[in-house]
């Protein structure tokens, strides 16, 4: 034991919060990026525990979707499953017969229709999937391309192989979305620098993939088949570079516009086999818990993948195929209960959206808006009649289109003097009233001088409510001062 935490000084004291971040397998730094987030969440997962406040603590900086009912097929298809005989072992990638339900669904969504349950694999959730396929795809210092903002965990996983992380910044002149020819001028770059810097290796390492985010986590940016231009110039710019994409289409079915999805890579014929799409069922039909999620990539790429399953746990659990091939599945059945299921879910967070608009920017912010009366009338049941007119000294970034995250930027508060970083911030929210969220730099936020802040509103209206109107107050006590 002395041995083992001699070289694992980490685990001899307990930490709260989330286990250890790790570090790189060759004990190098992390990427500068990946640095700045990192100490980011030390600070919120760590620091800000050790900070005393009397209050009870309201964390709005969850990933958990809002507390809602399973969707029912799922559960029709696993009580099936589990009537069966299951006192086999599944194939590594999962029981063939429900990934071949699942690659019905694809066709009917535009994918190929060449693809089979050789393309699918089962996998313990997206987050796995996506360690799956740095392990199969990746060298030793080759390196990935995400977006900032992005989802910051994920930022870790490639880092711990000795995989660099590079970030792109998403611009509101382009309304937040990746442009192809910074792109591609990012990806030269990149291969400039790493074929300088690994001179002695046995091979020339260099950006391997693209994480594409869509619908994007935080922003709820969108690209659909609206978008179809720019997600065939994204793919002509990664197939002429011998890039992947790695789609991560978790919030998919969380797209508030139930005719425009998010449109996966994977539907456009010819870059079908440099994309690697993700889905699963934790922030859309209520089961996170469940960890069930399954990729779509060419045959080859499935194959490198199974085997990664199978040296690590031998083959993928029925329980999560039956959950997916539920969701996921091409039938009357599924259509009648898709629409029953999303559309009340859909306008409960659409409501939730507006709900924080208003609280932040005031009810006239959404005055084109379907919810504008019921909000109104919610808010004057307060009897506090500052909260119509919104949060001083904030602002909200843009509209999420899907998911249940919304930025808040508070730069105004450094602005008048009240806070000089994000940190502050936070520990200002945090030490009154106990309330925690999310700053810019744990996700990569472009611009380091902006305060900004990143909430959950998958919480019941209540709450929304009472939190915010305590950031509101705490402000305006501020700024009496």
């Not at 986590?217 to 710019?237: A, F």
């Not at 009810?363 to 049941?381: A, V």
Request: charged residues 30%; aromatic residues 12%.
């Amino acid at each position: 034991m002395d041995e083992l935490l001699k070289d694992h000084p980490e685990v001899i004291k307990g930490k709260p919060g989330f286990p250890n971040i790790g570090c790189r397998r060759d004990k190098n730094p992390f990427s500068k990026d990946v640095q700045k987030i990192e100490e980011a969440w030390y600070f919120y997962d760590t620091e800000l525990y050790n900070l005393k406040t009397k209050k009870e603590i309201t964390k709005l900086g969850s990933g958990d979707p809002l507390n809602y009912k399973p969707f029912p097929l799922c559960m029709k298809k696993l009580k099936e499953q589990m009537s069966q005989n299951i006192y086999q072992y599944s194939a590594a990638a999962g029981d063939e017969e429900l990934r071949a339900d699942i690659s019905k669904y694809l066709i009917k969504e535009g994918f190929p229709n060449k693809i089979s349950f050789n393309n699918i694999i089962i996998t313990n959730s997206t987050t796995n999937g996506f360690y799956l396929i740095l392990k199969a795809l990746f060298r030793p210092y080759d390196a990935i391309i995400m977006t900032a903002p992005n989802y910051g965990l994920f930022a870790f996983m490639p880092e711990r192989e000795n995989i660099s992380v590079h970030t792109i910044d998403l611009k509101k002149e382009n309304d937040y979305k990746v442009n192809p020819k910074e792109l591609e001028s990012f990806i030269h770059k990149i291969n400039e620098d790493l074929k300088k810097k690994y001179k002695k290796l046995g091979y020339i390492p260099k950006v391997r993939a693209f994480l594409n985010i869509n619908p994007h986590n935080p922003l709820g940016t969108v690209l659909s088949d609206k978008d179809e231009i720019l997600l065939k110039q994204l793919g002509r710019v990664c197939k002429n570079n011998q890039v992947f994409i790695i789609d991560d289409l978790i919030y998919r079915d969380l797209s508030y516009d139930r005719n425009h999805l998010a449109k996966p890579m994977g539907t456009i014929k010819e870059y079908f086999d440099l994309s690697i799409s993700l889905f699963g069922l934790s922030k859309s039909y209520g089961l996170a818990q469940t960890r069930s999620g399954f990729v779509v990539a060419n045959e080859e790429i499935i194959r490198l993948l199974r085997d990664q399953v199978f040296a690590t746990m031998d083959s993928a659990s029925i329980l999560q195929a039956s959950l997916l091939a539920g969701a996921f599945q091409d039938t009357k059945e599924r259509e009648k209960a898709y629409k029953k299921y999303f559309d009340p879910l859909i306008e409960e967070y659409e409501y939730k959206r507006d709900l924080c608009i208003a609280l932040i920017d005031g009810i006239e912010s959404i005055q084109d808006s379907k919810y504008y009366s019921k909000i109104f009338k919610r808010l004057k049941k307060e009897k506090q009649p500052y909260l119509l007119t919104g949060t001083p000294c904030a602002k909200t970034v843009l509209k999420p289109e899907s998911g249940f995250f919304l930025l808040i930027d508070f730069t105004e508060l450094k602005k008048q003097g009240i806070i000089n970083s994000e940190k502050e911030l936070l520990r200002l929210f945090y030490e009154e009233e106990g309330i925690k969220f999310l700053v810019g730099q744990s996700f990569s936020w472009p611009k380091e001088k902006e305060i900004i802040m990143r909430i959950t509103y998958a919480l019941d209206v209540d709450t929304i409510i009472n939190t915010i109107n305590l950031i509101n107050q705490i402000i305006r006590k501020k700024l009496e001062k």
